[in-house]
């Protein structure tokens, strides 16, 4: 398994010199996310977040403070270049900026190319060939499949094969990014004929997003063992959906129109170098279940392939913020409640010989926990809308015009400092009224 | 509705200076589609096919024959930026070429810009972001539900909604590309267990592909009345597909690694403006059908809004190869069996602010006939392998290892010289061994 290690950057004793980054939620120096970010009145550029700053990384490098790293990848205007560089180079451009914001003889060379992050505009942080959503949120596929096919909620593929579907690359934007309550066709299953109008059940999905780095040749496929060394990241994925559309639309051929509309992502990739300590043992598959096929099976990933990230969603309506109510939380749960690693998903993407290329993003599909508490979806809070969530001043069904929903994560483990995702979040605008 | 109009470029009577190109099978100088090549030792550049030549069409734009044309469209190495062109600009430039290659005037300039097409190497001809696959063949969808779904062939949204999904855009490769046998995990109804090899039901699919050319803003729809401003052009479009893989995987997300694992195109765009003479009265869709919903409804779209467009596939194994036999024809029927027209498929696709871009690839689905003649894949000619067909010198239920899959397509008009898609071919490779 290729696991990246912990070293010195990850110490928890390790102080960065920035102020006010030392003990920050998201943004501690043990984390270095990159993204692509523009300054006020600036163009887009790679940079590194640290505590509530951003480090410009392209001036850094023009300014000879990060020698022997690639110009093509730290110039560029997307992360794709940087992705598909060797773990090794990588690891290196992680340990050189790690030194940069740590080392107190770098701050003067360094402070000025820090931008406060409130005064920068972020942008997706690759270009984003394909995007391909799996399904290994196993309690989500019961809760989902239960509303779906009361019959038979989990289907008998789901232990054995990573499901997954290609979604819409177009569509994604950064979080920040409005969502506009798509329109679409329906049909009521009591109703004669479908109609065309706004979505009446329209959904978030929590989820982690994952960054392919090196991709792999058409027609060669990726051994488990390496899968990791395939990865650059990671980020949240909220995939919203349209759920009145879905039932309608998706058989045979899956989901299209009822997620193609928009999906939001946060800007800043948390690198797999990053979350070295935050590997953990898999723990979704009960005993029992069938054992899968050794293409798609290594003990070490089983050992420590799962990820140690706690998920949240809140709601924030138009209402509440006017009237300066905090975020209420929805949902709270841990990302092991993948029945599939990310090992797993990226070798089975390739093992028909499909080729994946950097800045590919994969999405888990909706994490839920099985109780209640830390369902994924409104779709599963209210159970199909039958079980209505309140909210100061209100309840929800479904998401309503002018509501802001947040995902984060945190990934914790004992004896480290924790890290955040950063933010993941859209306003609903009302439907483009009807030609 | 926004059909291009038939113009003094596809008068029948139009005649080139290029030797043979005059009643050439698919590049008559009515054609005129556009391509990316490289001529021997070159690199790639924009051209358009005339006979059995290839124009030169950056270098004729840099030698100033084409006075006024896009330089950032004509000298690029993919045909995104043509495609995204207003319509009036492309067709200006099919008004050029076509001078060009008629003006006796023009021939010792043009001349020297031309190469023989069997010394170049075609390219993709565009950088596709998204590829989306329909699935509009409605017999095709009867043929094929039969199989998957008995009790239930045609869904009861077939005639609603034109069902689509998004597909692998990475995997996109023009004729002359062998596609290897693919493994993949596949289970047979009476087996206790899945495994995991090469399919044992490798199947091609005859579809045709729209290229998008302007796009649209996220969140802005496309009427479908000005649908077809957004199509730049058409190819074939070989959707190979591992049935067995398919049977597996598809629910409840829709079919996944049983097609990303290679598609095949023709390399020529076959502009719409080529098109012009070959749009006609919408024929799949029988007296007392569900009428469609007003945003995919347009009486002018259903005058003159389908394909006149001959498809066939032939089959040529290896043994056929070495014995020198030609090809045998395993189908032919006519594109005017798509139930949903380009413009309805485009227009559903935006409907909900999906954006789309220039240089995507929309497939119409398998197009199949009514009758065994004309059906579009082995899965319907075979009826999932019960019915084997007969080969020179063997038979066939799925497609085997060496055995070259060609598809054709020739739009014919009374009164129009009928122009080809050009080749979309491949030959199938053995499976990987397994590790």
Known sequence: MSRPVVDHTHAPDLKTWVEGANGHADFPVQNLPLG?????????????AIGDFILDVRAAFGAGLLPGQSAEALEARTLNTYMGLPASQRRALRHALSALLTEDANAAKVQPLLHPAADCTMHLPAQIGDYTDFYVGIHHAMNVGALFRPENPLLPNYKHVPIGYHGRASSIRVSGTPVVRPNGQTKAPTAEAPSFGPTKRLDYELEIGVWIGAGNE??????????????????????????????????PLGPFLAKNFMSTISPWVITIEA????FVAQKARPQGDPQPLPYIWDEADQAGGALSVDLKVSITSEAMRKDGVAAMQLSEGPATNMYWTVAQIVTHHASNGCNLNPGDLLGSGTISAPERSGFGSLMEITRGGAEPVEIPGGVRTFAEDGDQIALSARATADGYVSIGFGPCEAIIKPALPLA
Chains 1, 2 share one sequence.
């Open 275 to 278: 979350m070295a300590p935050f």
């Open 36 to 48: 692509v970010f523009s300054p006020r009145g600036g163009d887009a550029r790679i940079g590194v």
């Open 218 to 251: 058409l027609g060669q496929p990726i051994r488990i063992e390496d899968a990791l060394n395939h990865v650059a990241g990671f980020c949240l994925l909220n995939d919203w959906s349209a759920r009145d559309f879905q039932a309608w639309e998706y058989q």
